[in-house]
């Protein structure tokens, strides 16, 4: 049944995503060819598109996952909740459909990206013979690095965290919406979803940051040292958080009144 | 409720149509009536309403029923012409009470009835 | 099939359902019949799980409401629950998917009793035909529970009898359907009893055939009486 609900959740919100991957490209070429390296300074060319290709990403992933969570809500709620699925369930599957659009997005982010810097380098080649040398030296010296080993080390080491913070992070999303569905709130449900979202979010965050004082990540030149301790530690704070929320989430459903 | 009326019970009225499509021949001894679902929809009733006025039909002995087939007029001539009699008797009874009282006498109430027919016979 | 006991639903200043109890058995089509507010629509959603907290006691089937209940009804609410980019073949999918008893002949014959297109989406269908949509997927299913909430609600009579046809042509003597309605004096004849839900309580669960003896009127005459205020 889980498998079945996350097909029909990524069924229903596919088509809404993939207009706004390929306006994130089409943004990525545009830009490309439209950054002029002579009259704008130079880091310009890298700081506008990285930053906004990514708050164009970071949109379009808060929009997808709200109305993936609202259609648990709206009219769409009565055929939702009415299916022979558990709670447990359903909310899962939203997470993990959050899950895969966070990643896609945060994928099409890193090929918008690539088109961006790669298509704007072939179209200003002269700029790369001017700096030629310099370029040289970098590459040798990150080939010397093993850099690639390294970069693809540091993606396998992060990818828990990335999955726990991403069942956190929704897990926070979901107790803010069943909360402003439930008999407690009558008005102004997006106001005080937000502050619920902002709040908890401020207090863990803070926790967090007062209990687990030393980054567990340092890098040090081209070696990365890693605290296993303190990442796991933040890992399982995380884990915690996360299904502390999740129960909440569930606990809230039972007192839930459906909106027309 | 279009076709029933809302003081007798709906089953009761059931009862009534089928029989009077027995007695008027329409539907004759050893057809088959259709089936409950059939007059449930056309009726636009519960089929639980038509199965009460089907059993109390069998119960009556004018309808039978085979398993698996389905419920057929009973061949019985004689409950047939003695229900057909009762019917008449009542509407008959009804008219002539009427018209005794409005003191008409028995041949103008016959010719009466002869023209009807006649008027009647012409439209259909 | 369907026990409720003792059942109420509070809040702070009414009594959505003040100690309901009744039982209903298979083969039955049953109205649940009263004005706007008078609980009906809690009691559905209490029966579906979609409101959890709630005095007293409800098996279905012997069961407590949850994942297996969920299983058994196939439920008709007053909105459209499809998605507006939705059409019959996206919808079938997902019923194909979610429930075991869904029958797609059924589903296929009832689309062209309903006339509706199974390539068309939702967002271009008049009000009409979403609801004609909605009840064929519902009635497609061969549940053990069909709860039709106000199916015929503000529809011509045209579509009415439609409704009713689909729903007598689906009958059978394992299922029960439970039809809530405020409007009685078209459909009174096809319910073998009614349950009349007054301010959250029950006045009446009787057989129709009886009431209509015992008070020599039809059951929208007498519903307009008791609920006379």
Redesign the interface.
């Known amino acids: 049944m889980l498998i079945k609900l996350i097909k029909h959740d990524l069924i229903a919100s596919y088509r809404d995503l993939l207009p706004m991957y390929a306006g994130l490209i089409l943004f990525a070429i545009v830009g490309a060819i439209s950054l002029n390296p002579e009259v704008e300074w130079l880091i310009f060319v890298f700081i506008v598109p990285f930053f906004g290709l990514l708050i164009a990403s970071a949109v379009i992933s808060v929009q997808t996952i709200i109305r993936l969570i609202n259609r648990l809500y709206t009219h769409e709620g009565y055929l939702s909740h009415v299916l022979p699925a558990s709670d447990i369930e359903l909310f899962l599957a939203k997470i993990i459909t959050a899950g895969i659009w966070t990643t896609t997005t945060f994928l099409s982010y890193v090929i918008s990206l690539s088109i961006f810097v790669g298509l704007w380098s072939f179209l200003h080649q002269d700029y790369f013979v001017l700096y030629q040398t310099e370029i040289k030296q970098v590459l040798a010296y990150l080939q010397e690095q093993n850099a690639l080993v390294l970069f693809a080390r540091m993606v396998l080491i992060s990818l828990p965290q990335y999955l726990v913070n991403i069942f956190y992070g929704m897990s926070l999303v979901l107790v803010a919406f069943s909360f402003v569905n439930t008999s407690y709130v009558k008005a102004n449900k997006v106001f005080i979803g937000l502050m619920v979202y902002i709040l908890i979010n401020f207090v863990i965050e803070n926790l967090n940051s007062n209990l687990l004082q030393d980054w567990f990540v340092t890098v040090d030149r081209m070696q990365v040292n890693i605290n296993w301790m303190m990442y796991g530690l933040d890992f399982v704070y995380y884990l915690v958080a996360g299904l502390g929320l999740f129960s909440l989430t569930l606990w809230l459903n039972r007192n839930k009144l459906e909106l027309n | 409720m279009d076709q029933f009326t809302s003081t007798q019970p709906i089953y009761l009225q059931i009862m009534d149509l089928i029989q009077r499509e027995i007695i008027s021949t329409r539907l004759k001894p050893l057809d088959q009536l259709p089936s409950v679902r059939e007059l449930a929809l056309r009726y636009q009733v519960n089929p639980n309403t038509v199965q009460r006025a089907l059993s109390e039909l069998e119960r009556i002995g004018l309808v039978k029923s085979d398993r698996t087939i389905g419920r057929f007029v009973c061949d019985a001539p004689e409950l047939i012409k003695s229900l057909r009699h009762t019917i008449v008797q009542e509407h008959v009874d009804q008219l002539t009470k009427v018209l005794v009282e409005l003191e008409v006498s028995e041949s103008e109430c016959i010719q009466a009835i002869k023209e009807a027919y006649t008027e009647r016979k012409s439209h259909d | 099939m369907i026990e409720v006991k003792n059942v109420s639903k509070r ?1 702070k200043n009414t009594n959505a359902l003040d100690n309901v109890s009744f039982t209903l058995h298979a ?3 049953v109205g649940l019949l009263g004005p706007n507010g008078s609980g009906k629509t809690t009691l559905i ?1 209490i029966l ?6 709630f005095d007293g006691e409800i098996k279905i089937d012997g069961k407590d409401i ?3 209940t ?2 058994m ?1 196939s ?1 008709l ?1 007053d ?5 507006e ?1 939705m059409d019959g073949d ?1 919808a079938r999918d ?1 019923f194909k ?3 075991p008893d869904f029958d797609e002949q059924r589903l296929f014959d009832l689309f062209n009793k309903l006339k509706l297109d199974p390539k068309q989406k939702l967002k271009t269908m008049s009000k009409g035909m979403k609801e004609r949509f909605h009840l064929a997927f519902v009635m497609a299913r061969k549940a053990h529970i069909y709860i039709l909430d106000e199916p015929i609600g503000g529809v011509d009579p045209a579509a009415r ?1 439609l409704i ?2 689909t729903i ?2 689906n ?1 059978n003597p394992d299922s029960l359907v439970i039809l809530s309605t405020h409007i009685i ?2 459909i ?5 009893s009614v349950l009349f839900l007054k301010e959250g309580q029950l006045v009446l669960n009787d057989q ?2 009886e009431l ?2 015992k008070h ?6 007498l519903f307009k009486e008791v609920f006379k205020c």
């Not at chain 3, 579906?48 to 907290?53: E, H, I």
């Not at chain 3, 009174?188 to 073998?192: A, K, L, M, V």
């Not at chain 3, 020599?216 to 005459?221: A, L, R, Y």
């Open positions: 809040y083969g039955q089509i959603k579906n799980g979609l409101l959890r907290d949850g994942v297996e969920k299983a009804i439920y609410p909105v459209n629950f499809f998605g980019w996206h997902l998917d979610m429930y009898e009713l046809n007598l042509d009958y004096s078209e009174e004849q096809i319910f073998d129709v055939e209509r003896t020599q009127k039809s059951i929208d005459e």
